[in-house]
C-alpha cells in the first residue's frame, strides 16, 4: 500500500535519511524503530509532507504524494498523530473530532450561511462518525469536555481518535505510549491492535518501547544514522546481529 | 450541537426589543450621532474579530478595509450611482484588495502578518491622500447625499437623512451581520477557523487547507468592515483620509480587546461602550487615549479575553468544575 | 549628478537613523522574542525629552542629549518590566497587542504634554559646509558621522565586553543561553535601556534639522521593524546594513521616482521580500 522508495534528507549537508526504502502492506502492523536520533520522525514527516524529500519518492496505492502539502496527503488516506500530543487545547473534545473529519465533507461559506440541506446532511454525518470514534475510544461521557480536564492517557486516546476519525487507510503513529506507565501503555496498545482489526486501518508506528513492539508488529523496519539496517519480523529483528549492535545489546532482551 | 439556554435566548429577546426602542430614549441628536457611530464600529469589530479573535491572524489593515468601503461609496455616489449599488460593490472591492494582500501575507505567520498586513494599510492611506484626482487627497470627499430613499408600495419610500432612519439601517446591518458570523462561528466549517489559531500545523496535518482557509475569513471580513465604511461615509456625507488611518485599526482594537476577543458578544459590548464612554469622558480631553492605552495594556496581561471573555470564563469553570465532579462520581 | 550626490548624502543620512534604531529593536525583538512596536514612540520620546532639557531648562545640546539618554533608557527598562516581561509565555499575539497599547499611550503622553503642533529643536551646528560640489550643515554631517561612531562603539560593546556579549548570545539564542544559566531577565532590562538609550541618541541628532511631533514615531518605528524583518531578527549585521539600505532606497526612490510615495517603497521592499521568503532575508530556516 505504502510504498517508501531511496527516500533521502539533507538538512544543509547533514544527511538526516539516507536512501531509505521500505513497503508496508495493507493489514499490517508496523513499527519503525531505531536509537534516539536515528531519523525515524524524519521518515514519519517525509512521509506525510511535513518535510519534503531532498530525492526519493512516496507512493501511497501507486499514487505519487512526494513533496505533497500535508493536508493534501491526508486526503490520499494516510492520516498521522504528532510526537507531542497534538490536540486543538482551546476547543471541546467533540470539535477536535469535527474538524478532522471536516475534509471527507463539502461544507463550506455558502452552505454553512445558507444552512442548506447538504449543510445539515454534512454536519449530522460529521457528528455521528464522531460519537462512533468516542465510543471506540471509550470517551462519550466526555464529548463536551474541553481538552485540559482529560487525563494524559486520555489525551493521547483521543489524539489517535482524531487521527482515525476521517477514515484513513494508513495511520502513523509518531510514540504514541511516550511518557505513560505500563498498564496505560498497554491499554493503547489494545487500541492500535483494535484499530487494525474493527477499523481496517493500517498502522506505521514509531515506538522505543521494545516489548511493546514485540508483541504488536507484524514486521519492523530498524533505522540508525539515518540508515535502514534491517528489517523483518520480530523474531528475526531480535537475533540480527547489526540490530544488536546498534543498541549495544541488552536492550532487546527487555 | 450548538444549543443555546433558555436564559441565554430571552436576554437576547430583550436586548433586541431594548435596541427597537432605544431611538425613544436617546436624549439628543448629538448623542443619538454618537450611539449610531458605534452600531457601525460594532460591525466593522466584529468583522475583525473574525479574522483576529477567532481565526487568529492579527490583520491590522482592517481598519484600512473600512476605509476602503467609505471611498468607494463616496466616489461611486458623487459619480451618481446609487447607494444600493455602491455598497454591495465596496464590499467586493474590498474583497478583491483583501485578496491580494492575502497572497502575500498569509505566506508569513504571526508578528510579520501583523506587520504586512500595518504595510498594506499604510500603503492604502497613503494612496488616499495622493490620489487627488480620485480621492481628493487631504481634504477627501464631501457632499455626499444620504442613502438612496427605498421606493416602497403604500407607503412611500423609505429615506434615509433622519437619524432614526439611519439608525434602523445601521442596527438592520449589524443584526445582519451578528447573524452571519454567529451561523460560521457555530458550524464546523468555523471550527476549523478555530483550529487554525489553536494549532496551525495540527490543522494542516488534520486535512484542512490553512492558507484557503485564512483566505476565506479573510474575506469575509474584509468584504463586512467595507460595508461599514461604506454607511459611515454615507451618514457623515463626507470622507477624508482619517477614515482608513492606521488609528482606525487601533480603535477597532481596543473595542475588540477590552470588550472580548473570539466572542460574538465581546466586540460589540467594546465597540458599543467605549465610544460613549469616551463622549462621558470628554472633560479628560487628549488624556482619554492615555487612558485606552495604559488600559489596553492591563486588559491583554491580566484579563486578555476582555470583559466579556471574562464572564465567558467564569461559566467554563463552573461547567469544567460541574464535568470533573461527575467525572469522579462516574469512575467511583 | 549634483542631485545624485545630494540623495546619496540625504540617503545616508537617514540612513545612520535607521540603522541605529533598528539595531536596538533587533537587540529587543532577538532577545525576548517580542515585537516591540512602540520602539519608534520611544524615539519620538527621546527627541522631546532633549528638547525639554534645551528649551525649558536652558542646557546645552550635548548635556541634554546625555540625559536624553539615560532617562530613556531607564524608560525602556520600565516599559520591559511592566509591559512585556509579564506576558512571556503568552500567544505572541497579545505582545503585539500590549506594545500597541504602549504606544498609543506614549504618543498621547506626548501629546497631552507637548501639543500636536510640531517643535524644533534649535540647531547647535548651522554652520555650511560645501564638499564635492554639495551642501550641508554641519549638523547633517554629525548626523552620519555620529551614527557612524556610535555604531562602531556599540559593536565593540557587544564583541568585546561579557555583558555584551551575554546579549548577543542570547539575542541569538535563548534557549541555549537559559541552559547555561545566564540570567535572561537582567539581560533583557540591559537590552531595553540599551535600545532606548540609543534611540534617544538617534532622536537627539536629527530633531534640529526635522520638527518633532507626536506621530513621527509611528512611521520610524515601522520601518525599523521592516528592516528587523528583513535584516534577521537579532542580526546586529543586518540591522546596519538594512538601515543604510533602506535611507539608500527611500532618498533615491524619493528624488527620482516620487516624493510622495517614498515610504512606499520602504513598505513595498518588504512585502516583496518576505512574500518570497517569509521568515526574512536572513531569517533562521525553520523545520
Given at each position: 500500500m505504502l510504498k517508501v522508495e531511496s527516500v533521502t534528507k539533507k538538512f544543509s549537508g547533514l544527511v538526516a535519511v539516507k536512501d531509505l526504502s521500505f513497503e508496508i502492506a495493507k493489514g499490517q502492523i508496523v513499527a519503525i524503530i531505531g536509537p534516539n536520533g536515528a531519523g525515524k520522525s524524519t521518515a514519519f514527516n517525509l512521509i506525510t509532507g511535513t518535510l519534503k524529500p531532498t530525492w526519493g519518492k512516496v507512493t501511497i496505492n501507486g499514487h505519487d504524494i512526494t513533496g505533497m502539502q500535508p493536508y493534501r496527503i491526508v486526503t490520499r488516506g494516510v492520516a498521522r498523530t504528532f510526537q507531542t500530543t497534538s490536540l486543538f487545547d482551546q476547543l471541546r473534545v467533540i470539535d477536535n473530532l469535527m474538524i478532522a473529519y471536516k475534509w471527507r465533507t463539502k461544507l463550506g461559506f455558502w452552505n454553512t450561511l445558507l444552512h442548506l440541506p447538504s449543510w445539515k446532511r454534512y454536519q449530522e454525518r460529521a457528528f455521528a462518525r464522531s460519537i462512533e470514534v468516542l465510543e471506540f475510544l471509550g470517551l462519550t461521557a466526555k464529548a463536551n469536555n474541553f481538552i485540559p480536564t482529560l487525563s494524559q492517557e486520555e489525551q493521547k486516546r483521543l489524539a489517535i481518535g482524531v487521527a482515525i476519525v476521517s477514515k484513513p487507510q494508513l495511520l502513523l503513529l509518531d510514540e504514541p505510549t511516550g511518557g505513560l506507565i505500563q498498564d496505560e501503555t498497554d491499554r493503547i496498545t489494545e487500541l492500535i491492535r483494535k484499530i487494525r482489526d474493527e477499523q481496517g486501518i493500517t498502522v506505521c508506528i514509531i515506538e522505543h518501547k521494545m516489548q511493546m513492539i514485540m508483541g504488536l508488529a507484524d514486521r519492523i523496519v530498524v533505522l540508525n544514522y539515518g540508515e535502514k539496517i534491517a528489517e523483518g519480523s520480530p523474531e528475526e529483528i531480535k537475533v540480527n546481529p547489526d540490530v544488536i549492535e546498534a543498541y549495544l545489546g541488552g536492550e532487546l532482551n527487555a | 450541537m450548538f444549543t443555546k439556554p433558555i436564559h441565554t435566548k430571552l436576554l437576547l429577546g430583550f436586548l433586541f426589543i431594548a435596541a427597537l426602542f432605544l431611538p425613544l430614549y436617546v436624549p439628543d441628536s448629538y448623542?443619538?450621532?454618537?450611539?449610531?457611530?458605534?452600531?457601525?464600529?460594532?460591525?466593522?469589530?466584529?468583522?475583525?474579530?473574525?479574522?483576529?479573535?477567532?481565526?487568529?491572524?492579527?490583520?491590522?489593515?482592517?481598519?484600512?478595509?473600512?476605509?476602503?468601503?467609505?471611498?468607494?461609496?463616496?466616489?461611486?455616489?458623487?459619480?451618481?450611482?446609487?447607494?444600493?449599488?455602491?455598497?454591495?460593490?465596496?464590499?467586493?472591492?474590498?474583497?478583491?484588495?483583501?485578496?491580494?494582500?492575502?497572497?502575500?501575507?498569509?505566506?508569513?505567520?504571526?508578528?510579520?502578518?501583523?506587520?504586512?498586513?500595518?504595510?498594506?494599510?499604510?500603503?492604502?492611506?497613503?494612496?488616499?491622500?495622493?490620489?487627488?484626482?480620485?480621492?481628493?487627497?487631504?481634504?477627501?470627499?464631501?457632499?455626499?447625499?444620504?442613502?438612496?430613499?427605498?421606493?416602497?408600495?403604500?407607503?412611500?419610500?423609505?429615506?434615509?437623512?433622519?437619524?432614526?432612519?439611519?439608525?434602523?439601517?445601521?442596527?438592520?446591518?449589524?443584526l445582519l451581520t451578528l447573524f452571519v458570523l454567529h451561523r460560521v462561528v457555530y458550524s464546523i466549517f468555523g471550527l476549523t477557523f478555530m483550529a487554525i489559531r489553536n494549532n496551525e500545523e495540527l490543522a494542516d496535518a488534520l486535512g484542512i487547507n490553512t492558507f484557503a482557509t485564512k483566505m476565506v475569513s479573510f474575506a469575509i471580513a474584509n468584504f463586512i468592515a467595507a460595508i461599514a465604511g461604506g454607511i459611515y461615509a454615507t451618514i457623515l456625507g463626507a470622507v477624508s483620509p482619517s477614515a482608513i488611518s492606521i488609528m482606525i485599526t487601533f480603535n477597532f482594537l481596543i473595542f475588540l480587546i477590552l470588550g472580548g476577543m473570539a466572542t460574538l458578544p465581546g466586540a460589540v459590548i467594546g465597540a458599543f461602550m467605549i465610544p460613549i464612554i469616551m463622549e462621558f469622558l470628554q472633560f479628560m480631553e487628549n488624556y482619554r487615549m492615555l487612558f485606552f492605552g495604559a488600559l489596553l495594556v492591563v486588559v491583554i496581561i491580566w484579563f486578555p479575553m476582555g470583559f466579556f471573555g471574562g464572564l465567558k470564563t467564569i461559566n467554563q469553570k463552573i461547567i469544567a468544575w460541574r464535568q470533573s465532579n461527575t467525572s469522579e462520581d462516574s469512575n467511583a | 549628478?549634483?542631485?545624485?550626490?545630494?540623495?546619496?548624502?540625504?540617503?545616508?543620512?537617514?540612513?545612520?537613523?535607521?540603522?541605529?534604531?533598528?539595531?536596538?529593536?533587533?537587540?529587543?525583538?532577538?532577545?525576548?522574542?517580542?515585537?516591540?512596536?512602540?520602539?519608534?514612540?520611544?524615539?519620538?520620546?527621546?527627541?522631546?525629552?532633549?528638547?525639554?532639557?534645551?528649551?525649558?531648562?536652558?542646557?546645552?545640546?550635548?548635556?541634554?542629549?546625555?540625559?536624553?539618554?539615560?532617562?530613556?533608557?531607564?524608560?525602556?527598562?520600565?516599559?520591559?518590566?511592566?509591559?512585556?516581561?509579564?506576558?512571556?509565555?503568552?500567544?505572541?499575539?497579545?505582545?503585539?497587542?500590549?506594545?500597541?497599547?504602549?504606544?498609543?499611550?506614549?504618543?498621547?503622553?506626548?501629546?497631552?504634554?507637548?501639543?500636536?503642533?510640531?517643535?524644533?529643536?534649535?540647531?547647535?551646528?548651522?554652520?555650511?559646509?560645501?564638499?564635492?560640489?554639495?551642501?550641508?550643515?554641519?549638523?547633517?554631517?554629525?548626523?552620519?558621522?555620529?551614527?557612524?561612531?556610535?555604531?562602531?562603539?556599540?559593536?565593540?560593546?557587544?564583541?568585546?565586553?561579557?555583558?555584551?556579549?551575554?546579549?548577543?548570545?542570547?539575542?541569538?539564542?535563548?534557549?541555549?543561553?537559559?541552559?547555561?544559566?545566564?540570567?535572561?531577565?537582567?539581560?533583557?532590562?540591559?537590552?531595553?535601556?540599551?535600545?532606548?538609550?540609543?534611540?534617544?541618541?538617534?532622536?537627539?541628532?536629527?530633531?534640529?534639522?526635522?520638527?518633532?511631533?507626536?506621530?513621527?514615531?509611528?512611521?520610524?518605528?515601522?520601518?525599523?521593524?521592516?528592516?528587523?524583518?528583513?535584516?534577521?531578527?537579532?542580526?546586529?549585521?543586518?540591522?546596519?546594513?538594512?538601515?543604510?539600505?533602506?535611507?539608500?532606497?527611500?532618498?533615491?526612490?524619493?528624488?527620482?521616482?516620487?516624493?510622495?510615495?517614498?515610504?512606499?517603497?520602504?513598505?513595498?521592499?518588504?512585502?516583496?521580500?518576505?512574500?518570497i521568503k517569509p521568515t526574512g532575508l536572513f531569517g533562521k530556516q525553520e523545520g
Amino acid at each position: 500500500m505504502l510504498k517508501v522508495e531511496s527516500v533521502t534528507k539533507k538538512f544543509s549537508g547533514l544527511v538526516a535519511v539516507k536512501d531509505l526504502s521500505f513497503e508496508i502492506a495493507k493489514g499490517q502492523i508496523v513499527a519503525i524503530i531505531g536509537p534516539n536520533g536515528a531519523g525515524k520522525s524524519t521518515a514519519f514527516n517525509l512521509i506525510t509532507g511535513t518535510l519534503k524529500p531532498t530525492w526519493g519518492k512516496v507512493t501511497i496505492n501507486g499514487h505519487d504524494i512526494t513533496g505533497m502539502q500535508p493536508y493534501r496527503i491526508v486526503t490520499r488516506g494516510v492520516a498521522r498523530t504528532f510526537q507531542t500530543t497534538s490536540l486543538f487545547d482551546q476547543l471541546r473534545v467533540i470539535d477536535n473530532l469535527m474538524i478532522a473529519y471536516k475534509w471527507r465533507t463539502k461544507l463550506g461559506f455558502w452552505n454553512t450561511l445558507l444552512h442548506l440541506p447538504s449543510w445539515k446532511r454534512y454536519q449530522e454525518r460529521a457528528f455521528a462518525r464522531s460519537i462512533e470514534v468516542l465510543e471506540f475510544l471509550g470517551l462519550t461521557a466526555k464529548a463536551n469536555n474541553f481538552i485540559p480536564t482529560l487525563s494524559q492517557e486520555e489525551q493521547k486516546r483521543l489524539a489517535i481518535g482524531v487521527a482515525i476519525v476521517s477514515k484513513p487507510q494508513l495511520l502513523l503513529l509518531d510514540e504514541p505510549t511516550g511518557g505513560l506507565i505500563q498498564d496505560e501503555t498497554d491499554r493503547i496498545t489494545e487500541l492500535i491492535r483494535k484499530i487494525r482489526d474493527e477499523q481496517g486501518i493500517t498502522v506505521c508506528i514509531i515506538e522505543h518501547k521494545m516489548q511493546m513492539i514485540m508483541g504488536l508488529a507484524d514486521r519492523i523496519v530498524v533505522l540508525n544514522y539515518g540508515e535502514k539496517i534491517a528489517e523483518g519480523s520480530p523474531e528475526e529483528i531480535k537475533v540480527n546481529p547489526d540490530v544488536i549492535e546498534a543498541y549495544l545489546g541488552g536492550e532487546l532482551n527487555a | 450541537m450548538f444549543t443555546k439556554p433558555i436564559h441565554t435566548k430571552l436576554l437576547l429577546g430583550f436586548l433586541f426589543i431594548a435596541a427597537l426602542f432605544l431611538p425613544l430614549y436617546v436624549p439628543d441628536s448629538y448623542m443619538f450621532q454618537i450611539v449610531i457611530t458605534s452600531l457601525l464600529f460594532a460591525i466593522a469589530t466584529s468583522s475583525m474579530n473574525l479574522i483576529l479573535g477567532y481565526t487568529g491572524q492579527a490583520s491590522l489593515a482592517h481598519g484600512a478595509f473600512f476605509g476602503v468601503g467609505a471611498y468607494v461609496v463616496a466616489i461611486m455616489t458623487k459619480a451618481g450611482w446609487s447607494f444600493w449599488i455602491a455598497l454591495p460593490v465596496s464590499g467586493l472591492v474590498a474583497t478583491g484588495i483583501g485578496f491580494f494582500i492575502g497572497l502575500f501575507a498569509f505566506r508569513t505567520r504571526g508578528h510579520f502578518f501583523a506587520i504586512v498586513t500595518l504595510c498594506f494599510g499604510v500603503i492604502l492611506f497613503q494612496v488616499a491622500e495622493n490620489w487627488i484626482e480620485v480621492t481628493g487627497g487631504q481634504n477627501g470627499i464631501f457632499g455626499l447625499d444620504s442613502a438612496t430613499p427605498i421606493p416602497f408600495p403604500f407607503f412611500g419610500p423609505i429615506e434615509f437623512s433622519s437619524q432614526p432612519a439611519q439608525y434602523y439601517l445601521v442596527l438592520a446591518v449589524l443584526l445582519l451581520t451578528l447573524f452571519v458570523l454567529h451561523r460560521v462561528v457555530y458550524s464546523i466549517f468555523g471550527l476549523t477557523f478555530m483550529a487554525i489559531r489553536n494549532n496551525e500545523e495540527l490543522a494542516d496535518a488534520l486535512g484542512i487547507n490553512t492558507f484557503a482557509t485564512k483566505m476565506v475569513s479573510f474575506a469575509i471580513a474584509n468584504f463586512i468592515a467595507a460595508i461599514a465604511g461604506g454607511i459611515y461615509a454615507t451618514i457623515l456625507g463626507a470622507v477624508s483620509p482619517s477614515a482608513i488611518s492606521i488609528m482606525i485599526t487601533f480603535n477597532f482594537l481596543i473595542f475588540l480587546i477590552l470588550g472580548g476577543m473570539a466572542t460574538l458578544p465581546g466586540a460589540v459590548i467594546g465597540a458599543f461602550m467605549i465610544p460613549i464612554i469616551m463622549e462621558f469622558l470628554q472633560f479628560m480631553e487628549n488624556y482619554r487615549m492615555l487612558f485606552f492605552g495604559a488600559l489596553l495594556v492591563v486588559v491583554i496581561i491580566w484579563f486578555p479575553m476582555g470583559f466579556f471573555g471574562g464572564l465567558k470564563t467564569i461559566n467554563q469553570k463552573i461547567i469544567a468544575w460541574r464535568q470533573s465532579n461527575t467525572s469522579e462520581d462516574s469512575n467511583a | 549628478m549634483e542631485l545624485f550626490l545630494q540623495q546619496l548624502f540625504n540617503g545616508i543620512m537617514f540612513g545612520s537613523t535607521y540603522a541605529i534604531v533598528a539595531l536596538g529593536l533587533t537587540l529587543v525583538m532577538g532577545i525576548l522574542h517580542i515585537p516591540n512596536f512602540a520602539h519608534g514612540h520611544l524615539y519620538m520620546l527621546g527627541g522631546y525629552i532633549t528638547y525639554f532639557f534645551i528649551t525649558n531648562l536652558g542646557f546645552g545640546y550635548w548635556y541634554s542629549l546625555l540625559l536624553s539618554m539615560v532617562i530613556l533608557g531607564f524608560v525602556g527598562v520600565v516599559m520591559e518590566r511592566i509591559v512585556f516581561r509579564p506576558l512571556t509565555g503568552q500567544p505572541p499575539i497579545n505582545a503585539f497587542i500590549a506594545a500597541i497599547g504602549a504606544l498609543i499611550f506614549l504618543e498621547s503622553l506626548a501629546l497631552v504634554i507637548w501639543g500636536p503642533q510640531g517643535m524644533r529643536i534649535p540647531n547647535p551646528h548651522p554652520q555650511i559646509i560645501k564638499m564635492f560640489g554639495i551642501t550641508m550643515e554641519a549638523q547633517r554631517l554629525l548626523v552620519v558621522g555620529g551614527a557612524a561612531v556610535l555604531i562602531v562603539l556599540l559593536h565593540l560593546f557587544l564583541k568585546k565586553t561579557t555583558t555584551g556579549t551575554t546579549i548577543e548570545a542570547v539575542a541569538q539564542n535563548r534557549e541555549g543561553a537559559m541552559l547555561t544559566g545566564i540570567n535572561v531577565n537582567r539581560v533583557s532590562s540591559m537590552t531595553f535601556f540599551i535600545s532606548s538609550a540609543t534611540a534617544a541618541v538617534a532622536a537627539s541628532f536629527l530633531s534640529p534639522i526635522f520638527i518633532l511631533s507626536p506621530a513621527m514615531g509611528a512611521v520610524l518605528g515601522m520601518k525599523a521593524f521592516i528592516i528587523v524583518i528583513l535584516g534577521g531578527m537579532g542580526s546586529v549585521p543586518g540591522a546596519i546594513l538594512g538601515g543604510y539600505f533602506l535611507g539608500l532606497i527611500e532618498a533615491l526612490g524619493g528624488g527620482y521616482i516620487s516624493a510622495e510615495y517614498k515610504d512606499v517603497f520602504a513598505f513595498g521592499a518588504l512585502i516583496l521580500v518576505l512574500s518570497i521568503k517569509p521568515t526574512g532575508l536572513f531569517g533562521k530556516q525553520e523545520g
